[in-house]
């Protein structure tokens, strides 16, 4: 069965951090693409950073700079480091597997309040 379980979700001020971390299980971590993608209200779920088994990243315009995701192979975890956040960073943030098949999380809330 395969798990993907996502924490460190919560309310912090704008220009604040927060980390994200998915573990997962059930799955050969070390060659999945792993992903973070994020939610707001009202608006479609939207690509916010990935990072292949290779260790090649890319990221949404608009977290460029600010946002820096990670993996970490032997402890089967995928992490965000959020940094200068913003309002409208606010989202239920859902963390992504994709080899042959894609698998996601649950979701955890990121609020950021100005």
């Known amino acids: 069965q395969v798990q993907l379980v996502e924490s460190g979700g919560g309310l912090v001020q704008a220009g604040g951090s927060l980390r994200l971390s998915c573990a997962a299980s059930?799955?050969?971590?070390?060659?999945?693409?792993m992903g973070w993608y994020r939610q707001a209200p009202g608006k479609q779920r939207e690509l916010v950073a990935q990072i292949t088994r290779a260790g090649s990243t890319n990221y949404a315009d608009s977290v460029k700079g600010r946002f820096t995701i990670s993996r970490d192979n032997a402890k089967n975890t995928v992490y965000l480091q959020m940094n200068s956040l913003k309002p409208e960073d606010t989202a239920v943030y859902y963390c992504n597997a994709l080899h042959v098949r894609n698998y996601w999380g649950q979701g955890t809330q990121v609020t950021v309040s100005s």
């Open positions: 059930g799955i050969i971590f070390s060659i999945y693409t």
